[in-house]
């Protein structure tokens, strides 16, 4: 049986990443209005990573005899002044995520349920992995930001991210 804290915890983290799923879609929508197909597809499978990870946290605090508390998704932002800005909000935000993963584990292990803390070291390497490309992903744009053929090219490659990617 799941801890009131704990429960409470999970379920805001659950919210966070329906906000993210938000947020990646409004950033893929953003790319579209650009023309940028390769940019606004790879925002898309993130978004659908991003549903993944509220879907397993809402799982979580079900079989552990909790109930999912779903409240209100703010509007994330709709615009932005260059694709380079755009990417680094991306880039902010899971900095954000990574901060309140770190404490979530910090409650878990408090709590001494370790049950949740298995479940939140995936989060863990999940988050370095987040962190990590969408660095990579904001410095490689802002390389190209002068350079029209430089974010074609960069568009390109991003739309090689298939659908299968949005596993982890
Ligand atoms: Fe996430
Ligand atoms: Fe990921």
Redesign the pocket.
Known sequence: MIGKPIEKALNEQTHAEFYSFYLYLSVSSYFTDLHLDGFASWMEVQAQ?ELGHALKLFHHVQERGGRPHLTAIDEPTRDWTSPAEAVKAVLEHEKHISGRINKLADLASAEKDHATSVLLHWYIS?QV??EATADRLYHQVAMVQESPQGLLMLDRELAGRGVTAAE?
């Open positions: 990573e999940e992995e987040e982890g």
